[in-house]
Structure formats: structure tokens, C-alpha cells
């Protein structure tokens, strides 16, 4: 057992996305090359001027202080980048580990699915790991499947097969991740020590000089920067300001009350809350109402303006209103309570009630609550209750939604191959990926998420034209 690992003990990989560190990596890499292209000009300032006067050996010297200066700097951001490719590639390798091993989980599953039923919610919820380890144990915890009375000598071989071959992979990718992340905070650590601190005087705290803005001088130089490639990476949308991560304490996220300040000038929103949409009228006209909330979003988000109407497109069909995701959302939430409808856990829960509850999508254009959680800078996994409240809130009003719609789409697109392409110059076959990607997720690429990409691309057509 010593050699086996758990899906709990690596299902974080679930959320790992190695595209997005090499997006990263990348970004480093941008700020290194545009510190080089400074390094020669500075050269060339410190040993081809000759000024003579009793202040030269000054200007030499701030000189000769400002080009090392930009060699650390670059040097710290060459490092940071290489140590994130390395662990993007660590990443993609624990991942397949990861991979295999559910395979196998699941055939395991599907074993102990022909010897017994799991009813108790301890049983329901446990790894199929865990519940055949129990199984062939004399006594357990899962009593609910009946494992006292079962005969599981014909399945054992291959059970202890499979469950051996799933432990021997998740050892795998938390070895490989593990180890890869070890070396890359080290070396992470390594060019940050490369940085210098730049500290101005009066301690800062809103007290400090804003430089950009107080010298027209560097506003004239940026203005003319932003023309140089190297300025931005390409595809990437609007800059915007870095926040720290939202704790417990800060009930509203920096970025809900960005959007909750960009949407207070727009017109208001046509909704879908009480009728469901159901015909491609009904859905021309609230594309058409809403064209100016939609537009943007998408500009916001950096994104081509019919990926974001052709989604919404998709999501404001069929036949459940708003009301019915909120009647989902209650009785997941009872069903997760101590309370509530136990034994029976959410995502055992009957037909589309089935899931977990942070799973339960909200809004016109339908996104999970965990998924708007990211989008808004929260951790999914320790949300308060009030700050689960506000992203629901959030996502049913139809222009916040829009917005934290929009900024899912471009979180997909940066974790994609299509990171790179400009707005501008998406094709339909990319934005048909990334309809199938917010869609299916990790799994875009099966029948499900596929049929989703056609009929985005099958009614894109009239989402541009309500857009007119």
C-alpha cells in the first residue's frame, strides 16, 4: 500500500492546466526580451558619451547602475520563465498519470457496480479505491454495500488489478508534481532574489508619487511603446490590475465590484428568469435587447463579439428558466445539509438534479457557481456563505452575467492553444473550440461538447445578425 496513492491525494490536478503556466512562462519570457532590447541602447549611452565636466563621472556611474540593473531584472525573469516551462511539462505528465489512473478507477467502478449497490452517503461519496478496499476487508465503514453478504472471491484478481494499477498512477503524478513544484518554487525564489525593491519615500500606502502620472514625459514614452510587440503577448485582451487572492474577510472580490461598476452605465438587461426561451425568435430578440451589455463584455474580456453572442445563444435555449436553476440549487443545498435529504448525496440526487452544489449554474447565460467563483477571484473551495450568495446574486442578474460570462470564455481561451490569437482574428473553427470547451470542459472533445461546438456554429449566423 505504501506505493499506492489516492484520487483525493492528487484530484487538485483536475484544475492544473499547463497551457496557462506556459502562458505564464511566456509572460515572463515577453518581460525579459523587452529588458534586453533596453540593455544595448544603455550600453551604448554609458560608453559611447563623452562629457566632460566635474559631474561626468556621475552620469557614468547612474548610467553603468541603471544597465545592471536591467540585467538583473532580466535575468530574474528568464529564470522565472524557464522554471515555469519546466514545471508546465512536469504538469502535462502528471496529468496523463492522472489520467490513467481514473481510467482504471473507473473499471474498478464498474466492477463493484456487478457485486453491490452503495446506498449510505459514506459509501456513496468514497473512492471506488476506498470502497474495495473495504469490500475485501473483513469489516468496514461502508456498510451500505452489503459487503458481509456478497461473494467477491470471482472479482477479486482483477479488482486488486485495477486498484493497484489506478493507486500506482495517482503515486505517479504526485511524485512527478511534487517534485517538478519543489524545483520550480526554488527556482521561482531564485530570480525574485534577482529583483530589486523599489521602495519611494513616505512608505507608500497611498502616500507615494504616481510617476506615471505625474511626468508626461513616461506617459509620451508608453503611448509610444504600445506599438512594439513585445508591449503585450499577442492575443491577450485589456491589462488589468493584479489582485491578491480573496479571503474570507472581503465579501465583495476587486473584480465583482469592477463589473458591478462597468455595468451600472449600460441599458438594462432583458431576462429569461421566469419564460423559458424556446424558439430562435425568442432568442434573436434577447441576443438583440441585450447587444449593447453583450458587446461589452466582449470587449472587456478581449474577445470577438459573436463568441460571446453565439454562447449566449446556446445558453438562453430550452425549455428551464432561471426559476428552475434556483429550485436546483435549493434542493442540493438541503441534500448537502446534515439536515436535509441524507443519505442521499447531490450528485446521487434523481435526473438533472444530480450534482454537486457548487456545480449548480445560475444565470441567462448558464455558469456554474464554482466557475463564476474563479471569474470573480474567489477560491471555490472555501467560499463563505456570503460570498456564495454574492457570485449567485452575481450570475443571475443578466448584465453582471454577461460579463462574468465573457471573462470565462477569455480563462478558456488563455488555457487553450488559442492564447495567442488576436481577437480580431479568431475563426469560427476557434471559437467553435472554445463553445465546446465551455461546454464540456476537461472532456470538450467527446460527442456531448462536440454537438455543442456545431450548433454554436450552426446558429452563429443569426447570433451576428441580432447583434446588427
Known amino acids: 500500500m505504501s506505493g499506492l496513492s489516492h484520487r483525493k491525494?492528487?484530484?487538485?490536478?483536475?484544475?492544473?492546466?499547463?497551457?496557462?503556466?506556459?502562458?505564464?512562462?511566456?509572460?515572463?519570457?515577453?518581460?525579459?526580451?523587452?529588458?534586453?532590447?533596453?540593455?544595448?541602447?544603455?550600453?551604448?549611452?554609458?560608453?559611447?558619451?563623452?562629457?566632460?565636466?566635474?559631474?561626468?563621472?556621475?552620469?557614468?556611474?547612474?548610467?553603468?547602475?541603471?544597465?545592471q540593473l536591467v540585467q538583473h531584472?532580466?535575468?530574474?525573469y528568464d529564470r522565472a520563465a524557464s522554471a515555469l516551462h519546466a514545471y508546465a511539462a512536469a504538469l502535462t505528465t502528471a496529468k496523463s498519470h492522472y489520467a490513467n489512473g481514473k481510467g482504471s478507477e473507473r473499471k474498478l467502478a464498474s466492477l463493484i457496480a456487478t457485486k453491490g449497490t452503495a446506498i449510505t452517503r459514506t459509501a456513496q461519496e468514497a473512492e471506488p479505491m476506498r470502497q474495495w478496499e473495504d469490500m475485501r476487508a473483513t469489516t468496514g465503514f461502508?456498510?451500505?454495500?452489503?459487503?458481509?453478504?456478497?461473494?467477491?472471491?470471482?472479482?477479486?484478481?482483477?479488482?486488486?488489478?485495477?486498484?493497484?494499477?489506478?493507486?500506482?498512477?495517482?503515486?505517479?503524478?504526485k511524485t512527478v508534481e511534487q517534485e517538478a513544484r519543489g524545483?520550480?518554487?526554488?527556482?521561482?525564489?531564485?530570480?525574485?532574489?534577482?529583483?530589486?525593491?523599489?521602495?519611494?519615500?513616505?512608505?507608500?500606502?497611498?502616500g507615494g508619487v504616481d510617476l506615471y502620472a505625474a511626468m508626461a514625459d513616461i506617459r509620451r514614452e508608453a503611448a509610444e511603446a504600445r506599438t512594439d510587440p513585445l508591449t503585450r503577448l499577442p492575443g491577450s485582451g485589456p491589462k488589468k490590475d493584479m489582485t491578491g487572492p480573496v479571503g474570507p474577510d472581503t465579501p465583495?472580490?476587486?473584480?465583482?465590484?469592477?463589473?458591478?461598476?462597468?455595468?451600472?452605465g449600460l441599458p438594462d438587461a432583458a431576462d429569461n428568469y421566469w419564460v423559458p426561451l424556446v424558439t430562435d425568435g425568442m432568442h434573436a430578440d434577447w441576443i438583440s435587447q441585450n447587444k449593447e451589455v453583450l458587446r461589452a463584455a466582449a470587449k472587456n474580456a478581449g474577445l470577438p463579439e459573436e463568441l460571446v453572442a453565439g454562447v449566449a445563444w446556446q445558453e438562453i435555449g430550452g425549455y428551464q428558466p432561471g426559476l428552475?436553476?434556483?429550485?436546483?440549487?435549493?434542493?442540493r443545498e438541503q441534500a448537502a445539509a446534515p439536515w436535509g435529504l441524507s443519505p442521499v448525496s447531490p450528485e446521487n440526487l434523481p435526473w438533472r438534479l444530480g450534482g454537486e452544489l457548487d456545480e449548480t449554474s445560475y444565470g441567462p447565460i448558464a455558469i456554474q457557481l464554482r466557475r463564476g467563483a474563479e471569474v470573480l477571484g474567489y477560491d471555490p473551495a472555501n467560499l463563505t456563505d456570503h460570498q456564495r450568495t454574492l457570485v449567485e446574486e452575481a450570475l443571475q442578474d443578466p448584465k453582471q452575467n454577461a460579463f462574468i460570462a465573457a471573462g470565462f470564455l477569455a480563462q478558456i481561451k488563455a488555457e487553450s492553444g488559442l492564447a495567442d490569437v488576436p481577437a480580431d482574428r479568431m475563426t469560427e473553427a476557434q471559437m467553435r473550440e472554445i463553445a465546446a470547451r465551455y461546454n464540456g470542459g476537461p472532456y470538450w472533445d467527446l460527442?456531448?461538447?462536440?454537438?455543442?461546438?456545431?450548433?454554436?456554429?450552426?446558429n452563429l449566423a443569426q447570433a451576428k445578425d441580432a447583434m446588427r
Open 9 to 67: 491525494d492528487v484530484e487538485f490536478l483536475e484544475e492544473c492546466n499547463p497551457a496557462l503556466v506556459e502562458r505564464n512562462a511566456a509572460e515572463f519570457k515577453r518581460l525579459r526580451d523587452l529588458l534586453v532590447q533596453v540593455e544595448e541602447p544603455a550600453r551604448r549611452a554609458e560608453t559611447g558619451t563623452r562629457w566632460q565636466s566635474d559631474g561626468s563621472h556621475t552620469y557614468t556611474s547612474r548610467l553603468s547602475e541603471a544597465r
Open 73 to 76: 531584472i532580466a535575468e530574474g
Open 142 to 173: 461502508l456498510d451500505g454495500l452489503a459487503e458481509l453478504t456478497m461473494d467477491v472471491d470471482d472479482i477479486r484478481d482483477e479488482a486488486n488489478r485495477l486498484h493497484d494499477d489506478a493507486g500506482g498512477n495517482f503515486r505517479l503524478a
Open 183 to 206: 524545483v520550480c518554487v526554488h527556482a521561482l525564489k531564485q530570480a525574485y532574489e534577482l529583483l530589486p525593491e523599489f521602495r519611494l519615500k513616505g512608505g507608500g500606502g497611498g
Open 252 to 264: 465583495v472580490s476587486p473584480q465583482l465590484r469592477d463589473i458591478r461598476m462597468r455595468v451600472a
Open 324 to 331: 428552475l436553476d434556483d429550485v436546483t440549487g435549493t434542493i
Open 447 to 458: 460527442p456531448k461538447a462536440q454537438g455543442y461546438g456545431d450548433r454554436f456554429v450552426g
